[in-house]
Structures are given as C-alpha cells and as structure tokens.
C-alpha cells in the first residue's frame, strides 16, 4: 500500500515558472525523500529531509516538511523543459529498517 | 561507477512460462530492493534484502514469486508461472544499508516485462 500520496497528479507549467508539489502521509517517519524519473528510466534521486528538519534546498529545489500535518512539498524554481519528468516522493518509517514506501507521483510538464 | 544493472532491459513471454529478472547491486551496497511499477498500482515494494537476507517479502503478490540474493553482487525475482497481470516495469535498487537512517536508494533501468 501507498504511504505517501502527491498532489497534483498532473502538473502543467511554462519555462519559467515554478512548480510545486505536494506529498501527504499517514504515519509517522524517520526521512521523506523526493525522487525523478523521466520516461523509461527508473528512479533518480533528489533530495532527503530528515524528520527533525524544516526545510532543505538544493539549487533549484526548495523541500519542506511539517511534520504534524504529515506533509511536504518540492518547489522546482525556474522550471526548464528539461524538467519534465514524473516526481515521486518516498517515506521512509520508523523500526530497525528504513524501507521506503513510494507516493503515486505528479506527473510535470514543462512547455518551451 | 557502472550503477545498479538489471538484464534483461525487456521481456515479452507467454502465459504460463518461467520469467527470471536479474539484478547487479552497486559494489559496496548491503541492501537491495525490488519494485514493480503500473500505472493502476505505482511503485510497489516486492521484497527487500539486508546482507544478502531477506527481510520483509509481505509485498510478494503470490507464491508465484520468489527472490534471491546468494551473494552481495546478485539477486533475482522470479515468477512461475507467469500470468499477463504480472505485465509491468520491475525496478531493482540498492542503497548502502537499510539499517541506516536516512539512506537514499539508486535504481537500475528496469525491466520491462509483457506477458502474452
């Protein structure tokens, strides 16, 4: 079963503009991890925030997390069309092993 | 570093025949995993593997499905026989150590398997 679920499902954005989305979860976690993947390829990783942790960047990628919502969100500023690729967010839970549990993922297009 | 490597890149059988995916884990990685990918179920976690054992295999749809790892450098899902709702992308990934907070796993290509 799905622990995180993202929301859009569907995202559509010009160059330029920035992009958000949005994972919820349901139980409580060690990390929430955002992952790429682009058509026919598999998973590529992009960020991890730790569950003591707010906020996290890297470049053009903004994560937050709010625990007692069970929330998070990836903003993609200054979208590219090389952007555009499905974006999955994965929690890991607590327990001797840290397995990670995959959302449905938002698919992003990003249009010249 | 060649990455996780997963043979075949596609499989097309029949119904009813052996299908045997396999996977090479990055060197150095203690924890392997596999996916299956569809659209109606997303990402699905079959089995994982911490040094070379299983740990949790309650994602194994049915005993139609098995895995092995008998050593650090190997693994394999298998699935006998094959039925065509198995037709999906099987995801193999590795990471350093499950047993470790905050670990990130790498994935190989995927296999994509068709059954006819």
Known sequence: ?112 | DAGVIQSPRHEVTEMGQEVTLRCKPISGHNSLFWYRQTMMRGLELLIYFNNNVPIDDSGMPEDRFSAKMPNASFSTLKIQPSEPRDSAVYFCASSLNIGTSNEKLFFGSGTQLSVL
């Open chain 1, 1 to 112: 079963s799905q622990q995180g679920e993202e929301d859009p499902q569907a995202l559509s954005i010009q160059e330029g503009e920035n992009a958000t989305m949005n994972c919820s979860y349901k139980t409580s976690i060690n990390n929430l991890q955002w992952y790429r993947q682009n058509s026919g390829r598999g998973l590529v990783h992009l960020i991890l925030i730790r569950s003591n942790e707010r906020e996290k960047h890297s470049g053009r990628l903004r994560v937050t997390l709010d625990t007692s919502k069970k929330s998070s969100s990836l903003l993609i500023t200054a979208s590219r069309a090389a952007d555009t690729a499905s974006y999955f967010c994965a929690t890991a839970g607590g327990g001797g092993y840290n397995k990670l549990i995959f959302g449905a993922g938002t698919r992003l297009a990003v249009h010249p």
